[in-house]
């Protein structure tokens, strides 16, 4: 259908890597988060998952460098999804909204920067729950932006908006293309996204499944939990991973993920198919 309505790759297109992007994903250190995290109790935990959903199993999520550098060079700016070979994908609202799972949400509420909220200090001080002595003395000025070394102006920003049900996917989703593109379009540069996700939905798709869980249907299961506890190999080196990709075909990829229950997808804006919405 895709090929029909002339709004997909060219028929017997094959990615070419026409330049080399050197993309920085250095990541933060969690640590001190995984301490807090550890020092609440399930109580508190619980009403931290009823409030923003997964996120606490992103901590657990380590990024493979190798792999998200070589993910970087097989991105399609022109139609905003990886070019694997044959094989074109993408992140849609949809699968990061349920690899989330934030019960709170709101799908017709949408992100956006809010003006006369609460402070910087205040907001990490609702969301840590430490005192302001603890949060003051971690807070340090990078160029304009304030931060917490690992939590920075945005994020808190991101976590005020869930207090109001709204769901941050699209501007997850925007960042994440928006700085690929970036890094592509100039041959380097940082990616700023959330990598930990977006390796999630990789993981989900390569490579084929035998059988689904029964698990996917539990009301209570979280595919963020199980793929964060699943052992991953990390000594596959980033010329390795580019020739896997390069080479991937149909039969190679679990075209929905496995935790993605029969349910509406969005696939059409208008009276145009296929054309992504951000």
């Known amino acids: 259908m895709q090929l029909e309505k002339g709004d997909s790759l060219t028929k017997g297109y094959t990615s070419e890597l026409w330049n080399f992007t050197c993309i920085s994903v250095t990541q933060n250190n969690l640590q001190e988060l995984k301490e807090i ?3 609440w109790d399930d109580k508190f935990k619980q009403l931290f ?70 402070t910087f200090a205040k907001k990490l001080m609702k969301i840590t729950r430490m005192s302001e002595q603890w949060v003051t003395a971690r807070i340090k000025q990078k160029w304009e932006n304030k931060s917490l070394g690992h939590i920075g102006e945005a994020v808190t920003d991101l976590f005020d908006q869930l207090d109001r049900r709204v769901t941050p996917v699209p501007a997850i ?27 999630a939905w990789f993981h989900s798709h390569f490579w084929k499944v035998d059988k689904v869980s029964y698990r996917v249907f539990s009301e209570n299961y979280s595919p963020l939990k199980e793929l964060a506890a699943t052992p991953r190999r990390d000594d596959i080196i980033e010329e390795r991973w580019m020739a896997i990709l390069q080479n991937l075909q149909d039969e190679d990829v679990e075209w929905k993920a496995p935790w993605m229950v029969p349910d509406d997808i969005l696939y059409q804006c208008g009276d145009f198919d296929w054309v992504p919405l951000l």
């Open 49 to 118: 998952y009823y409030n923003y959903g997964d996120l606490p199993f992103l901590l657990d999520i380590k990024v493979d460098e190798h792999l998200f550098r070589a993910l970087a060079q097989f991105w399609n700016s022109a139609y905003s999804c990886f070019t694997f070979g044959k094989v074109d994908m993408m992140p849609t609202v949809e699968e990061y909204t349920t690899l989330l799972r934030c019960p709170r949400i709101q799908a017709d509420k949408f992100y956006s920067r809010a003006a006369n909220v609460l």
């Open 37 to 39: 995290w550890a020092r």
């Open 173 to 199: 989703l925007v960042e994440t293309f928006r700085y690929l593109s970036v890094c592509r379009k100039v041959s380097e540069g940082r990616f700023i996204g959330c990598a930990q996700l977006l390796l």
